[in-house]
């Protein structure tokens, strides 16, 4: 089944403690990005890769980091988490690199919560 | 202010109606898209347009490029399409990222 899968669901984890939320998918897309959903602020795209090797800002970078190693997989990591990051969180990709011609897969979403 | 901006923010409608969510942009776009996010949080795309209209089961989406305007329509509308529907747009010429309207949040009653 084609998917773009998400681990861990859900997590409630302490400040400063390292972690990394894993994506991946199987449909071999080129694009992949990840976004942060709050109340009353919708959906903010955090950082995106059009490619292996190939990573960029989105609109609220600070306090993350990605990396594309494998065109499946696109992992986001927040190195010393803060409560200001506790949101829902979700991977998507796409066929192609740009987002002008092609649609997006999300991923089901990671609840993060950071006491 | 956003440069995507949606309305209504919620709506509420019986069985049947015929719904109108609105989307307009204040720079010009690559591309718009329209998604739809079920009350369990999981995300779906359903349209991705840059000109003209599109149409799906009850579903059609519509964009103007000069007035900077979409429309999202659903026909003869359902409790199942209770959601929340949130536009997209890639702004300016490049189409690396997206940015969000707020959403809708849509209730259809019986």
């Known amino acids: 089944e084609a998917q773009v899968t998400q681990n861990p669901r859900y997590l409630i984890t302490v400040t400063g403690k390292k972690l990394t939320v894993t994506c991946s998918q199987n449909?071999?897309?080129?694009?992949m990005s990840w976004y942060r959903q709050d109340p009353g602020l919708g959906l903010r795209q955090i950082y995106y890769?059009?490619?292996?090797?190939?990573?960029d800002k989105g609109d609220v970078p600070e306090g993350y980091k990605v990396s594309r190693k494998e065109k499946r997989n696109f992992p986001l990591i927040l190195e010393s988490p803060s409560p200001n990051q506790t949101s829902l969180y979700f991977c998507?990709?796409?066929?192609?690199?740009?987002?002008?011609?092609?649609?997006?897969?999300f991923g089901p979403g990671t609840r993060l919560t950071v006491l | 202010k956003n440069e995507v901006e949606q309305s209504p923010q919620n709506l509420t409608a019986q069985e049947g109606e015929f719904i109108t969510i609105n989307c307009s942009y204040s720079?010009?776009?690559?591309?718009l898209h329209w998604l739809q996010q079920h009350p369990g949080g999981g995300i779906v795309s359903l349209f991705m347009?840059?000109?003209g209209k599109k149409k799906h089961g009850r579903l059609i989406a519509t964009i103007n490029i000069q007035e900077k305007h979409s429309s999202l329509h659903i026909t003869a509308s359902h409790p199942r399409d209770s959601a929340v529907y949130i536009c997209?747009?890639?702004?300016?010429?490049?189409?690396?990222?997206?940015?969000f309207g707020k959403g809708t949040h849509l209730i259809i009653q019986p």
């Open positions: 998507a990709s796409s066929l192609l690199r740009t987002l002008s011609t092609d649609t997006q897969y």
């Open positions: 449909m071999n897309h080129e694009y």
């Open positions: 890769s059009m490619n292996v090797e190939v990573t």
């Open positions: 720079v010009g776009i690559s591309a």
């Open positions: 347009l840059s000109s």
């Open positions: 997209a747009a890639t702004l300016g010429r490049g189409a690396d990222g997206l940015t």
